[in-house]
């Protein structure tokens, strides 16, 4: 009856799509950020997503450096050159390793 049963398989948490925006779209948002644009559309989807969904950032473990470029883009200003640095290798390692778990499962 549960189906919280069995082990924790990470792929669980992939499938679930915290009103209808997935943890894999939050990341393609903040790639978006990165480049260079902020609407207050994607801004707002980006912050819904971690009030929704506290484990994704926690898990990536960017959570505040996430809510720093948010903070710092949509204010009109340039993200700092090592905050935008640090974000690309991370949610770059971080996106491989995902990608990687999630294969099998198709
Ligand atoms: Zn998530």
Redesign the pocket.
């Known amino acids: 009856m549960s189906e919280s049963s069995g082990p924790v398989d990470p792929r669980a948490d992939d499938s679930?799509s915290?009103g209808g925006f997935?943890?894999a779209e939050?990341i393609a948002e903040v790639w978006t950020l990165l480049d260079g644009e902020c609407t207050p559309d994607a801004r707002e989807r980006l912050r819904r997503?971690l009030e929704a969904?506290p484990?994704?950032f926690k898990h990536y473990g960017i959570e505040e450096r996430i809510k720093a470029l948010i903070a710092t883009k949509c204010q009109g200003e340039k993200a700092p050159e090592g905050l935008r640095e640090r974000l690309r290798l991370e949610i770059r390692r971080t996106t491989i390793i995902r990608d990687v778990q999630q294969r099998p499962a198709q």
Request: with cysteine; hydrophobic share 10%.
């Open positions: 679930d915290h997935g943890c939050v997503h969904c484990g994704c």
